[in-house]
């Protein structure tokens, strides 16, 4: 990469994802995998935590502009003014619409803001037609998790080569390639069988930086992947109502319980309970068996020695009433 971090910047990654209804719910319909509903979520990926899940009908778009817009609007509201100067939103394909880049380019309205995107591209026939013409010499080696030069996949902006009319200035076009999985294998179009490689698409608006660097802070975007499995391992495919607001409330208060669990795990928790998922959290620190007692006007916990996350317990709460006073 170039050697400039991502500093100062609040990162927010959106994604829908489906889940599935076994029972009669309001808003259950039928989808591309099944039936159920669609909620789309975002994650503030500085802190890992909940910022919206807000849930929608099954047969609910991926690529709903208006709902991207709604959603990343919530998200900013939740965040210290300070924090809404310099954001990064991050998304798939479905994130690539004229109305939700061209809000985002727009600072939601606010000149103040300097917002930008990362978001995947369609890879239309235009885009098939021009990436076949583009110089082998031009493309350059990208980058390992390590930061060192891979040799089987390589970067290239293809920016100028395509018709972008319509789109907000400033968009570049970031293609990757690198050798083709045998889970996309069936998937594969003509030209990424005639050339052995898999090709993948972004869009941005990030100026000045390295294509390395632009194609690193993307693929990131996949921790929004650990986040709604988290959501799911807690409670958002065991909604409980038929109705639709009562399990909207539902998705709010699990949102809520994800922001604590990711505070918890930020302040108080180290070592491999820091990382941990929410089902190692419950079994190795909520559930620790301990009994209260009152000694000499005092009420006591005593834990069993004999337990092994004991100790985690105990160092999380001397940790957390160690933490000053917020005022």
């Avoid at 039928?30 to 849930?55: A, S």
């Avoid at 060192?148 to 009319?165: F, H, K, N, Q, S």
Wanted: charged share 25%.
């Amino acid at each position: 990469m170039d050697g400039r971090p991502l500093t100062g910047w609040t990162v927010l990654d959106i994604d829908a994802s489906l889940v599935p209804a076994h029972s009669d719910k309001e808003g259950a319909e039928p989808n591309r995998k099944g039936f159920g509903l669609h909620p789309i979520l975002m994650f503030l990926d500085n802190t890992d935590e909940h910022l919206v899940c807000r849930l929608r009908p099954g047969s609910a778009g991926a690529n709903t502009a208006s709902d991207h817009i709604e959603v990343s609007t919530e998200a900013i509201r939740q965040l210290p003014t300070r924090r809404r100067r310099k954001v990064l939103f991050r998304a798939d394909g479905a994130g690539a619409t004229h109305e939700y880049l061209r809000w985002i380019t727009d600072g939601g309205g606010n000149k103040a803001n300097t917002w930008q995107y990362s978001v995947g591209w369609t890879r239309d026939e235009d885009f098939w037609t021009n990436l076949a013409k583009v110089p082998k010499d031009t493309w350059t080696a990208a980058l390992d998790a390590k930061g060192a030069p891979r040799e089987d996949a390589a970067l290239v902006e293809i920016t100028g080569m395509l018709d972008l009319t319509g789109w907000p200035p400033g968009l570049r076009i970031i293609v990757r390639r690198e050798p083709v999985h045998p889970k996309y294998a069936k998937d594969l179009k003509p030209y990424e069988l005639a050339t052995g490689f898999r090709y993948q698409a972004i869009a941005t608006n990030t100026p000045g930086r390295q294509l390395q660097w632009l194609d690193a802070c993307h693929r990131v975007h996949a921790h929004v992947e650990s986040g709604i499995r988290r959501s799911k391992a807690l409670t958002l495919t065991r909604l409980p109502s038929s109705k639709f607001a009562l399990n909207q409330a539902w998705c709010t208060l699990l949102a809520l319980a994800m922001d604590l669990l990711a505070w918890l795990q930020l302040l108080a928790l180290d070592g491999r309970l820091a990382r941990a998922e929410p089902a190692t959290i419950r079994t190795q620190l909520f559930d620790v068996p301990a009994k209260l007692t009152n000694h000499a006007r005092h009420r006591e916990l005593k834990f069993d020695p004999a337990w092994p996350a004991g100790h985690a317990a105990v160092k999380a709460w001397d940790r957390v009433q160690a933490l000053p006073n917020p005022g």
